[in-house]
């Protein structure tokens, strides 16, 4: 397996704030307490985590119990232990798609085991942790997974499983449904172990988050990931006290996230998240389904959407709160909070959105913690798979050729195939008018300087038509050839599919299946934490 490095500036839709963080500029250390590179600054980090011990053992214990539930390996039971012990963690999470949602979940968590790992080897004891976001309610965002057929084309499997429109993704149960759906995976993927795995955990009468909770305690169990249901009841009653601050403080922290909103405005950046004055930081569960919880005042809330919003008084929003923790969430700007108040984190490894998230929710980690857990950058990556190196080779393309989508491979693809003596002649043409010209200029420069300015210019535009004749010609070329087309869409599957990162569109179980358990090894390898380039991977 062979890594090169693609910097980010060549990665579509990159931010500015991405980027900036990358580069750790003046302009994005105002909203970073620490640059991306986590070997500088880990072990003094380490010493400002402030951990209740108390806290630690009841945490403790309910991972413990939640792991065993999932047949945790052995080197996950001794990780928990080393957490109950005093290790740190080093987090990362994402919501439970389908089958393993996609590759970059497995990138996240790879990410997270080397950084403990490397916080271990330096002296900072860390386990790694992977935070399920099981209370997410977008059903639509985790119920389905796509995998490549045999031309290439991603094939979407969906779990038609639900529960109460808006209920927690976690509590959506698999029924009889899911067994003629994991046929489907097993055409598309072969009989092999990642199959199996997949038969193994999403079963008939498992969760998406429990079934999404067993494969992952499975894959990782050599490197003793911790695997953490964050809607756990027990969680939430630990939880509590900062649910309680969101609501106590409610105006303050929407001021203080809209100050913040307003820096980053200033600065040239863009805010992730939405926020109004109205905005607090948490969710409810109301008759299964769950809720935003808006602020009126200091005093006054409203639960719902206005025009059947549930009117409740401060008071009566933290009596519910005391008498059921179990029923409250929190959204995104406020969960790295709640996380860090729950875990020993040292650092959260997640993408270029969670970068964005953290921008933004350092306002809230300064209220409601006072320290701010730094973010690091995961892995990023394209598997470049056998077949399709071959064919970037054979055409001369590269990688960042796909990121401009089939039309333009088509067209690259195309210009390789023209015949070689129309090739040849459009090439003779243009050496011959380049040569004619520069003599054409150095006579008009002897006469007159603007005559051979006026010459360039004129120039320019033949050549720009010159240009386009080629492409017509390779367009043509394309359009009687069905081959082109085929190889084109091949490429811009494989490596950009529906115009976004490998790692966004393919499930990660295909490259399982593909090459085995043992590529997670692989991709291991390749983490470098001091390297924040998109790696591109040749197998």
């Not at 980010?8 to 963080?21: G, K, M, N, V, Y």
């Not at 003094?44 to 413990?64: P, Q």
């Not at 991603?154 to 449904?177: C, K, R, W």
């Not at 796909?402 to 459009?426: M, T, Y």
Request: hydrophobic residues 40%.
């Amino acid at each position: 397996m062979k890594a090169h490095c693609l910097p980010f500036s060549q990665i579509p839709h990159t931010t500015r704030l991405f980027a900036d963080f990358l580069a750790y500029t003046p302009d994005a250390q105002r909203f970073y307490p620490r640059s991306p590179n986590f070997q500088d600054w880990a072990a003094e980090e380490a010493a400002k985590i402030s951990y209740d011990s108390s806290r630690r053992a009841t945490v403790s214990a309910i991972l413990d119990r939640q792991n065993r539930s999932w047949d945790a390996s052995p080197q996950t039971l001794a990780n928990i232990e080393r957490l109950r012990h005093g290790a740190a963690a080093v987090v990362t999470g994402q919501q439970v798609g389908l089958f393993g949602g996609p590759t970059f979940d497995i990138y996240k968590a790879l990410t997270a085991v080397k950084l403990a790992a490397d916080s271990t080897a330096a002296g900072v004891e860390a386990v790694p942790i992977f935070w399920l976001a099981t209370y997410d309610h977008d059903l639509a965002e985790v119920n389905h997974v796509a995998f490549p057929g045999a031309d290439a084309a991603l094939q979407t499997l969906t779990a038609s499983s639900h529960g109460i429109a808006g209920a927690p993704v976690g509590t959506v149960t698999l029924g009889e449904e899911i067994l003629p759906l994991l046929d489907q995976a097993a055409a598309l993927l072969g009989d092999n172990e990642a199959t199996t795995l997949l038969r193994e955990t999403y079963r008939p009468g498992e969760t998406l988050g429990t079934a999404f909770a067993r494969l992952f305690a499975k894959l990782f169990a050599d490197w003793g990931v911790i695997v953490l249901d964050a809607s756990d009841p027990e969680l939430h009653r630990v939880a509590a006290p900062i649910y309680r601050s969101a609501i106590e403080r409610a105006s303050e922290l929407s001021r203080a996230l809209l100050h913040r909103d307003s820096e980053l405005e200033s600065a040239g950046y863009h805010q992730q998240v939405k926020v109004t004055s109205s905005s607090t930081l948490l969710f409810v569960l109301q008759n299964g389904s769950r809720t935003p919880i808006h602020s009126r005042g200091d005093n006054d809330f409203t639960i719902g959407a206005e025009e059947s919003a549930e009117k409740v008084s401060r008071q009566e929003l933290l009596d519910r709160l005391a008498s059921h923790p179990e029923l409250f969430s929190a959204n995104v700007l406020l969960r790295p909070t709640v996380e860090d108040y729950l875990l020993p984190t040292l650092a959260y490894t997640g993408g270029a959105a969670e970068v964005a998230y953290f921008a933004q929710a350092a306002a809230v980690y300064e209220l409601l913690l006072g320290r701010v857990t730094p973010i690091v950058p995961r892995f990023s990556a394209t598997i470049i798979e056998p077949k399709i190196a071959r064919l970037l080779e054979r055409f001369g393309l590269t990688v960042p050729d796909a990121f401009k989508g089939p039309e333009a491979l088509r067209q690259n693809i195309a210009a390789q195939s023209v015949p070689e003596d129309l090739q040849s002649s459009f090439e003779a043409a243009r050496n011959s008018f380049d040569s004619h010209l520069a003599e054409i200029k150095a006579r008009l420069a002897r006469l007159d300087q603007t005559l051979a300015d006026a010459a360039e210019t004129s120039a320019s535009k033949i050549r720009h038509q010159f240009e386009k004749l080629c492409a017509q010609a390779a367009r043509a070329e394309a359009e009687k050839n069905a081959v082109i087309t085929r190889k084109a869409d091949v490429l811009s599957q494989s490596l950009y599919p529906q115009k976004a990162l490998q790692e966004r569109g393919v499930g990660g179980m295909y490259f399982i299946a593909r090459y085995g358990s043992s590529l997670l090894r692989d991709l291991y390898a390749a983490i470098q934490p001091g390297c924040h380039d998109h790696q591109l991977i040749e197998i």
